[in-house]
């Protein structure tokens, strides 16, 4: 049972680790929200966002105690700081999510690893690396057009080395990241493969174009990155089965970081619906007191309807997935667990994205027209909440309907796709 | 953080006491089944049913576990078992509901009386009549067109005794009930009392109906109550304030006893979730095999969808519930908590309504034309389940939307209403 | 431009001959709204109303007026009737709309006809009979769980006859009728072919079951007729392509009979707005004026932009049904017309069908509990509205959705079904 | 009845003057659509396009034929180009309908005048100078924050003189206007009274700001104007009533010029649904052919069900508008019409208003990441399409569910406002 806490708003940690993340998210709020407002208009990244966030080492949160982060394991709490963050800049919250979800799946494997099977040496670096707030992930995987098991970046080899050739798109939190994590087909002598690499920002042939140019989420960094002809050792690639088939057993991993990702959209909303108080409250004394129309009580009525959904549906895809993946080594749960979690995942995902983007809407119709004007923070939400459709936990996007009606009347033993 | 039990899924009990109630009513669920289509064709309260959960202890499961109960304490594992009832009749549900929130309402009083000032004996006493099976308590409350603070039921006094004279209706479970909860307008020296009594059905002048003919819940026993000159003696008639003035620090029992009751429509979507995909999976075979139509797929993600909203805001309202009341005195709560509290219940109730009333109109397309023969099972949910307008855990049912929105604009100390 | 009319209400007729269509269906109206509630309780056949009408010249509305009808040509004005008739009972709508429809075919068929070409005698000759009221037509085409151009009723040849057994469902109006219109699988020579036949009640072998026992539309005696070696003449059955190939010429025609039966639904919605109002109205003097909750303004503003579409919708696809089809032969149209038609036809249906149900349910909330008791004509009006998931105008009705999107993707040439 | 034209479809014009404005505007319309993705991305007034529409006559369209104009006399026809004109830009299709209602108005001031009482000269010098394309007049009436009928600009006597004092928002078109039409409070012996205005732009004191900064419509030059000592002849103002006072004869008019306004919005989704089909067209050859997805189907489908409705209820608002008011004198319709239309133009609003959001919010995520992308022309839709939230026929606008409420439970007599 979720703890004490304010009752019928916000989400609120539910370990002592969260707790400390969402204070010293708490602390500079205030900064991130300013700095939103001005990185929007001028379409810049949250470069000044990102380097405070990781002074207050919030983006260390995921790393031991012992290594200098806060030690947090919960999904659940992780979705909760996001939703905080969120709440002050949408484009910081997600472009922190990307390399908070890799630094919480090194912890992972770390703290799982079976007794006798310790995790590989490189994910404890970085998580001391990650720890001393000296090294910053981008998770640089998508591109456009295709899925995560068909890439075509390519890893061929080279002598003793693997040379990495592709672009890369979406890659959130990009221009300050240190290190690049992104999959390819790597050309092996058994054909093709999936891979997985960490490169490293000084690599030669990185490029962080710094080009995002989006309707919303302008300041979260979510351009482009190149690789041309670089050059990495050869434990540098880690197979991941045969390229250009889809790994079933995957979806629980996908499940657990796609979860916390929900969480920037209800971040949204729950500061859309602030504003949207706040208005009628400011115009309470004033010649345009909007509270006694009937529409304006439905229209709040509404919201909060709505924030009652999606905080729900939130809170119960986030302690489901803290109860069956935060203790157990990765890919050790059956299968149709990780599909349950991910029809969740994404259940709970549109419940929370349609709502996100119906309070957003109410909210600046609550507000009235100054929400229309140029530089008003509804009309960034407006198109900050929309991002929620190009970044659905499900890949293709727009399979997501596909996904859960063959989930639905998938076989007993977890075969899908009638 | 909810602890593990099947993903993705109907809600599961969170304490032991819970789970042996749920188990109690796994057992039975074949058998209610069975009974509800019967007795929904014969417009039949569900006499044997409330017989049989009554055997089965489901009806005592609040007492104390010494007096013969299951000791639940947890409104969440309450609304579980609502649910569980719901899932194999709703009029069953609706029915020992009404019984089990005032006994659960017994016991807390009797736990969490505070050092010195024990509960009433009376409460004592009830806890055990129920424990033994032998005392079934109808809410009988609701008059048609008023509210609770303002019966138009009166005790008045004849020398030492109360006279109670009126007609209750909606009075659920009152054809196997063995005494009568009710409110009353009760004549004082001091003027109009609003007033609590406990009427045993072996009074003189208690005429129970039994004349329930709604278009829903057809085996919930929810006719009226006459009582006609009953004569109770003096201590009978407890006080609760001045009669027409609302109590604004009943909010916290309300939502205690109202957030539970939420379950009984989300136990009608589980089940006709699972009728929609079973007609599915039966008519795979054959020459109609509906699971290729992208229009049954877009019905089969909505019901996810809908259900991920439902479950998660009842999940939510219910942990959010047991965290402050369960374990707190009656009436001892802030205003604010129980006004939050009820706002919480509200809109989880609406979201919950809605999705269930729509879940049941998609289960119904899925399965097609047969489900709108006389009979089937579908078409009783599609009637069962709007009764969730008329019993919302507000009253005026119509003001739900009013007070939301009075609450999202509520001074800082929790004074409504503008 | 539809001329002038009472603005913002109900369907108005657009030619004299609906007007007068119109004007006799108001006069029995009153006596089909009392039989609708007595029907429904005893889920009985409308014979009663079905007699009335017929006497009031409703059922010979589309026979010339030379023959003693009301010469109605235009759909639009059959659609506003059909509306008219469903407001006062939506049994006897659809029971009466499914003889009408086929009434105005053969009108159509007889005016249409090409210079040179007059249409069949027979066409003529049912008109006459339809005029003298003393032909009721009854479509018994559905079988359960099949398409109108799979039929597994047969027609076989033995001598000179025609030998036809088959089990016909949903046959609205049957227990009325004196002939039944059905389609066979009719086996030639040639192979398989579709076949249409008209068989009059008379003929040995023909059982009307008046068995229908439905969630709603109860009075629509929508029960099975049976045919058990029905013999017909050489010429009783006219030969329609190849058994089991979809004929895309068909769907001109089938625009034509479906867009007018959308009406039912909404006059089922107008009736509800009617008595959500009167309700409303009949509150305001007494304790329980729910007028001034802005919940209550919230649904009825709800109910009016919803009216709005659905008055819409329809209007605009009778008007264009009524420009295309009214005056052209048969299958004279081009394909894409025909399909673009019965893209309006189903878009616009399901715009009548959400709004209709919708106002049904905003109009039981609106009028409160009352409307949960047996026999309120709301509760009815709930299980009427319902129909239309099963007799939407497109089969299998399930794939609506399938078919709006390959219409939507539809190449040049019209070639569908990607 | 509506004339033929292409069946399901966008509205085409009824009258053949509206014909010659279709076709006037389709001609120009290509570079409507490419000024408008520049003007968005500047945040510039369309000054080309406005300049290259009055070229081509649009902005004459209600001048009489021998003045120069069309001659458009159907509201109907208004509405149908207004439509074309947002399909292009609906930035420039709200600026021209401020200029085309007011010039529609003067025309049928003059057309309609009844016999003996002949329009005011100055409407027809007006409608002369518009033929000529002389004369752009910009609707400058809206204030922050009040109510047509409690103006804050004031006109004072000065001699013989009126000096008019104040400051406008939402100017839309201002920047190409020559005129602009006003509303004031003027002060006179009488006290403060209502008053018209037309202010030209060559006098003295008049400042057009061109300052419009809004999340959407970025080329309606839709910033303020100020005027300050503007100096102007007695007769120049003309009288409407007392100043404060409510006028209920004067729904009628509001509804004749809203209701075409809703074009806007129709057009705007009309070309969002247009991209989203284009977007998937185009992708059939490549690797991500999105089609055979049932949740593209679905979506597809969706947008067809809400076109019906937006088209529908549009097509049925304007015909009726036409019917009542086209050829009547202004203010001569009986109060109960004037409330009737309004309501139905609040209606069909509000549900063009809903299907136009939620096409665009559809055609987006069928589109996919890309239409988030900067530029995209789905994104500057995604953001003109809520101006309709703030430009309701209604004011102030969130009080439509209010008007909508108050008129379903109106008095026979027409009063309103229980």
Chains 1, 2, 3, 4 share one sequence.
């Not at 983007?357 to 923070?377: F, K, N, T, W």
Request: net charge neutral; hydrophobic share 45%; proline share 5%.
């Amino acid at each position: 049972m979720t703890a004490t806490g304010p009752v019928n708003g916000r989400l609120v940690p539910v370990t002592p680790a969260g707790e400390k993340l969402c204070a010293a998210i708490d602390e500079v709020a205030g900064f991130l929200a300013d700095e939103a407002t001005r990185n929007d208009a001028a379409g810049r990244y949250a470069r000044a966002s990102i380097d405070r966030i990781n002074e207050a080492g919030v983006l260390a949160a995921c790393a031991p105690v012992d290594d200098g982060g806060f030690g947090v394991e919960s999904l659940y709490d992780l979705g909760v700081a996001t939703s905080r963050l969120a709440e002050a800049d949408a484009s910081v919250a997600i472009a922190a999510y990307m390399h908070l979800a890799l630094s919480w799946y090194y912890a992972r494997t770390v703290r799982c690893a079976p007794p006798g099977q310790p995790a590989e040496p490189r994910q404890r670096e970085w998580l001391r690396a990650i720890g001393r707030r000296q090294m910053v992930v981008c998770s640089s995987v998508a591109e456009p057009g295709t899925n995560a098991w068909q890439m075509t970046t390519t890893a061929t080899r080279s002598g003793g080395d693997w040379i990495i050739n592709g672009r890369k798109v979406l890659a959130s939190i990009s221009p300050s990241a240190t290190h690049f994590y992104t999959r390819v087909r790597a050309e092996t002598a058994d054909g093709p493969m999936q891979g997985s690499v960490m490169i490293p920002l000084d690599a030669a042939g990185v490029e962080v174009r710094d080009d995002w140019d989006g309707l919303g989420l302008r300041g979260s960094g979510s351009g482009e990155v190149v690789f041309s002809g670089v050059v990495l050792p050869e434990d540098a690639v880690s197979p991941r089965g045969r390229w250009g088939q889809w790994d079933r057993r995957g979806m629980e991993g996908r499940a657990a970081s796609s979860t916390p990702l929900l969480a920037v959209y209800l971040g949204i909303a729950e500061t859309a619906r602030t504003a949207a108080l706040a208005s009628l409250r400011a115009g309470l004394a004033g010649a345009r007191d909007r509270t006694h129309s009937a529409g304006t009580k439905a229209m709040l009525a509404e919201v909060e309807v709505r924030m009652a959904a999606a905080r729900g549906a939130l809170r119960s895809a986030l302690s489901d997935i803290d109860a069956h993946v935060t203790h157990a080594a990765p890919r050790s749960l059956p299968v149709e667990v990780g599909q349950a979690l991910m029809a969740q995942c994404v259940a709970a995902g549109m419940a929370v994205e349609r709502a996100a983007v119906e309070v957003v809407d109410l909210a600046m119709q609550i507000c009235g027209g100054r929400s229309y004007a140029g530089g008003h923070p509804l009309g960034r939400l407006c198109r900050d909440v929309r991002a929620g459709w190009f970044m659905r936990p499900h890949a293709p996007a727009e399979e997501w309907l596909d996904f859960l009606a063959e989930w639905a009347l998938r076989e007993p033993d977890g075969t899908l796709g009638r």
